[in-house]
């Protein structure tokens, strides 16, 4: 059973470009969220989707980023107009629905780097 | 959630058990106690979790205080490649949906040959 996929793994772009991460969950996984870590800090909870709905995006910015989890196809995470600031790792996690397995399995991460 | 209180780095022999203790003196009941670790920085991995009871599983033990006011993660036999950040988690679990992970700073475990 294949694990989260995020791709890419290393994203580079300029002040003022568009960044998308994709995270695919794990088979069999309805829940997905997206954390972000900033150089020597930790994770911070960013936004929590379910399929085609946002559910709690409390720690996503107010501007520039957005996320969204179709009904087909993996879990986007944009930000638009980056800005140096947005240069971090951001981890994408997902879990299944049942309340007994509910446990979250994180991918690889997208290290973003902007210019 | 709960804060939990860790310590910041810990040293452990190789082939020795790595306790690594975690205070979390206001966690309520609807809280679990949720353990992950991330190796360099690569995505955390999950190790364990319990609510009451000890728990164990291939990777770790999990010791909780009966007051729940603590716990300890035991890697009974610990390799080089346990040396990471070790984070203690309590996490509510909703009737209604799947709750988020609230990251502390965690504990720097560093496994000496």
């Known amino acids: 059973n294949a694990g989260v996929m995020q791709n890419p793994r290393h994203l580079v772009r300029r002040r003022g470009q568009e960044a998308r991460l994709r995270c695919s969950p794990m088979?069999?996984?309805?829940?997905v969220y997206w954390y972000r870590q900033l150089p020597e800090e930790g994770l911070k909870f960013m936004v929590y989707?379910?399929?085609?709905?946002?559910?709690?995006e409390s720690g996503m910015p107010k501007e520039r980023f957005s996320a969204e989890f179709p009904k087909e196809g993996p879990s986007i995470l944009r930000i638009q107009q980056v800005v140096r600031g947005d240069s971090a790792a951001y981890f994408c996690?997902?879990?299944?629905?049942?309340?007994?397995?509910?446990?979250?399995?994180f991918g690889p991460g997208t290290r973003l780097t902007v210019l | 959630d709960a804060k939990t209180t860790q310590p910041p780095s810990m040293d452990c022999a190789e082939g020795r058990a790595a306790n690594l203790p975690c205070n979390h003196s206001?966690?309520?009941?609807?809280?679990?106690v949720y353990w992950y670790r991330q190796i360099h920085s690569q995505g955390p991995q999950y190790i364990i979790h319990g609510l009451k009871n000890n728990e164990t599983n291939e990777m770790a033990s999990l010791i909780i205080t009966e007051d729940r006011k603590s716990s300890t993660l035991i890697l009974p036999h610990a390799t080089l490649r346990d040396t990471a950040v070790y984070y203690c988690?309590?996490?509510?679990?909703?009737?209604?949906?799947?709750?988020?992970?609230?990251f502390g700073t965690g504990t720097r475990l560093t496994i000496i040959p």
């Open positions: 206001t966690i309520s009941g609807n809280e679990y």
């Open positions: 088979k069999g996984h309805s829940h």
């Open positions: 996690a997902s879990s299944q629905w049942d309340r007994g397995r509910d446990t979250q399995y």
């Open positions: 988690i309590v996490r509510a679990r909703s009737n209604f949906g799947n709750e988020k992970l609230t």
């Open positions: 989707l379910q399929k085609e709905n946002i559910i709690d």
